[in-house]
């Protein structure tokens, strides 16, 4: 993560980075059953960690010390010894236990984002101009949310799944046909204008109205099952 954000830094391509990536572990010792997030851990100690989990994120304002991170990704996984360790009184890691390695893996990840944005302002090669091919233009976007924001809103608040997809491509057919004269060999925008409507106003039920798109909270559970039979032979 941090060697393809530095080279991309200093290529001379657009690039909203730079973005640092660290790895942290949660290790117990007979001293502190709870554990430590460790960063950067060796193998060694891995082997004696209950949780581990990479991240990476980027700068979104401020320095240093006071340097506000955004995460962008993480890879977590319990470590092959997990049960055994928990068992011995290990601290399990819990949501709470996890948002604490998260937040003490910010200020790797913004030393390392520093010291990348050091790397380019040395060795950086000027940022050159490259043509862009966006799927839709704006004013395409403008009009298809026009058209069908309001009724594809209804459209998502439907809980069966065939039901809202046979009326999502029903509204699309309608505004490609309405929208068709006025955007006159654009049709592909069109399509890739709704999709984006449809990402927009679904993360936005999620972010404001608490609700997924087929109807669950955001902290629901569907119902989960499983059967285990022998198989019959032939």
């Known amino acids: 993560i941090n060697a393809a954000s530095a080279s991309t830094q200093i290529a001379g391509l657009p690039f909203s980075g730079p973005v640092g990536g660290v790895r942290v572990a ?21 082997e004696g960690a209950v949780f581990d989990m990479v991240v990476a994120g980027r700068i979104v304002s401020g320095e240093g ?30 949501e709470a236990i996890v948002a604490e390695g998260l937040e003490a893996a910010k200020p790797f990840i913004a030393r390392l984002c520093e010291a990348q944005q050091k790397l380019a302002a040395e060795a950086a090669k000027p940022t050159g ?3 862009l091919f966006p799927p839709y233009g704006d004013d395409v976007f403008a009009a298809v949310e026009a058209a069908g924001s309001a009724k594809l809103s209804e459209i998502l608040t439907i809980a069966a799944k065939s039901e809202r997809d046979d009326k999502t491509d029903e509204l699309k057919s309608e505004i490609l046909e309405q929208l068709a004269g006025q955007f006159e060999g654009r049709e592909k925008e069109i399509g890739g204008a709704y999709r984006s409507l449809t990402k927009k106003l679904v993360r936005g039920r999620i972010l404001t109205d608490h609700f997924r798109i087929d109807g669950r909270g955001v902290t629901d559970i569907r119902s989960l099952s499983a059967e285990v039979a022998i198989i019959p032979r032939a």
């Open 26 to 46: 949660l290790i117990p010792t007979d001293e502190n059953k709870a554990g430590q997030w460790v960063a950067f851990p060796t193998v060694e100690q891995l």
């Open 65 to 94: 010390d006071s340097a506000d991170v955004a995460i962008m990704m993480v890879e977590a996984e319990a470590t092959d010894n997990v049960i055994e360790l928990i068992e011995g009184g290990a601290q399990a890691p819990t």
């Open 129 to 131: 101009d490259f043509p």
